[in-house]
């Protein structure tokens, strides 16, 4: 059921990215933050449950964390990188053969682009590569780059108890204060990984849950997230103080992402297309803003939104058709 959930999700980012809102609310941040909550739930099956299956050498602990880590870290890298890379490249030769948005090409910006988390310190690096509009090459991957950096620590709060309850008490604290306009509430609330990394430790916490291993610590740390999170939106609108960047988007995102997710795992029976869909959701996230640039090169007015969703989808395809024939090349290299 979650390729379901995904495909939703990225059509809502495409759809806020449109300009088009539901009832004044950026429906794209809510989707960007319960994709947040499903990177978390990933990692942890990923890494109690598909890694160490491959692992036969269990005697040494130390070696055994740094296996499962690299196995772990190879599978994220084929998982993340081809679809974006050839989503990169597809843009790179549109942007070059029409000069939309006059592209300015430098090594820092070319590096900054393929390695994706540079994107998510856009406010300190200037990774663009249009100038007008001044965007790089996939203007939603900065959360690409807040997820990889989730990917790197997070199986370090699975295995270690101590560095969990430490990085889930700083990235919870950050995210509070910054909600509550005392540093950048959009940088440290909502993009920096120091402000959301809890977020992904709720979706981590959710597997170990609907798989029956969790511990005490684990049942009461979503309910606490939950009303800490309650407490704070209520506490903001009761004082009626300024909401700077995105409290309520990103508060509804846990509020609402956290139950569905749970529900949605409850759910043992695979439905048509989900895996699809999964990839699918993927590639849309990626592609809709080479439509978006599309279709205004083209000048289309008319049905706009639609022509947009339909190209992306298009384009989606392509690039799911081209990783699906990569990955089974690279089984035969293997085999």
């Given at each position: 059921?979650?390729?379901?959930?995904?495909?939703?999700?990225?059509?809502?980012?495409?759809?806020?990215?449109?300009?088009?809102?539901?009832?004044?609310?950026?429906?794209?941040?809510?989707?960007?933050?319960?994709?947040?909550?499903?990177?978390?739930?990933?990692?942890?099956?990923?890494?109690?449950?598909?890694?160490?299956?491959?692992?036969?050498?269990?005697?040494?602990?130390?070696?055994?964390?740094?296996?499962?880590?690299?196995?772990?870290?190879?599978?994220?890298?084929?998982?993340?990188?081809?679809?974006?890379?050839?989503?990169?490249?597809?843009?790179?030769?549109?942007?070059?053969?029409?000069?939309?948005?006059?592209?300015?090409?430098?090594?820092?910006?070319?590096?900054?682009?393929?390695?994706?988390?540079?994107?998510?310190?856009?406010?300190?690096?200037?990774?663009?590569?249009?100038?007008?509009?001044?965007?790089?090459?996939?203007?939603?991957?900065?959360?690409?780059?807040?997820?990889?950096?989730?990917y790197i620590l997070l199986p370090f709060a699975l295995v270690f108890p101590k560095i969990k309850y430490l990085f889930i008490l700083l990235s919870?604290?950050?995210y509070i204060v910054a909600n509550l306009n005392i540093i950048h509430p959009d940088y440290y609330g909502y993009r920096f990984i120091v402000g959301?990394?809890?977020?992904?430790?709720?979706?981590?916490?959710?597997?170990?849950i609907s798989n029956s291993t969790q511990t005490k610590f684990d049942n009461y740390f979503i309910l606490f997230i939950l009303f800490v999170i309650?407490?704070?939106?209520?506490?903001?609108?009761?004082?009626?103080?300024?909401?700077?960047?995105?409290?309520?988007?990103?508060?509804?995102?846990?509020?609402?992402?956290?139950?569905?997710?749970?529900?949605?795992?409850?759910?043992?029976?695979?439905?048509?297309?989900?895996?699809?869909?999964?990839?699918?959701?993927?590639?849309?996230?990626?592609?809709?803003?080479?439509?978006?640039?599309?279709?205004?090169?083209?000048?289309?007015?008319?049905?706009?939104?639609?022509?947009?969703?339909?190209?992306?989808?298009?384009?989606?395809?392509?690039?799911?058709?081209?990783?699906?024939?990569?990955?089974?090349?690279?089984?035969?290299?293997?085999?």
């Open positions: 059921m979650f390729g379901y959930l995904r495909f939703l999700l990225a059509l809502l980012v495409m759809l806020s990215h449109l300009d088009i809102r539901f009832y004044g609310l950026n429906q794209g941040v809510i989707a960007v933050v319960i994709f947040y909550i499903l990177a978390g739930y990933v990692v942890s099956y990923l890494y109690t449950n598909i890694i160490p299956k491959q692992i036969k050498d269990r005697k040494n602990n130390f070696k055994l964390f740094a296996l499962q880590y690299s196995l772990f870290i190879k599978d994220r890298v084929k998982r993340i990188f081809p679809l974006y890379l050839f989503m990169a490249f597809s843009t790179l030769v549109f942007i070059l053969i029409t000069d939309f948005g006059k592209p300015h090409l430098t090594t820092l910006n070319i590096f900054s682009n393929l390695t994706i988390i540079p994107l998510n310190f856009y406010m300190w690096l200037d990774n663009s590569i249009l100038t007008n509009p001044k965007w790089w090459l996939i203007p939603p991957a900065w959360s690409l780059g807040t997820e990889l950096q989730a919870l604290s950050i959301v990394f809890f977020i992904f430790m709720l979706g981590a916490t959710l597997q170990k309650f407490c704070l939106l209520s506490y903001v609108l009761y004082r009626n103080l300024e909401i700077k960047a995105y409290l309520l988007e990103t508060s509804i995102g846990i509020l609402f992402g956290v139950p569905i997710i749970y529900l949605l795992s409850k759910i043992k029976k695979t439905l048509p297309l989900n895996s699809f869909l999964g990839s699918l959701s993927y590639a849309i996230f990626l592609s809709h803003f080479l439509s978006i640039w599309l279709i205004k090169y083209l000048q289309i007015e008319t049905l706009k939104s639609m022509f947009t969703i339909g190209i992306s989808i298009i384009i989606g395809l392509i690039g799911v058709l081209f990783e699906i024939n990569l990955l089974k090349k690279c089984r035969k290299n293997v085999d």
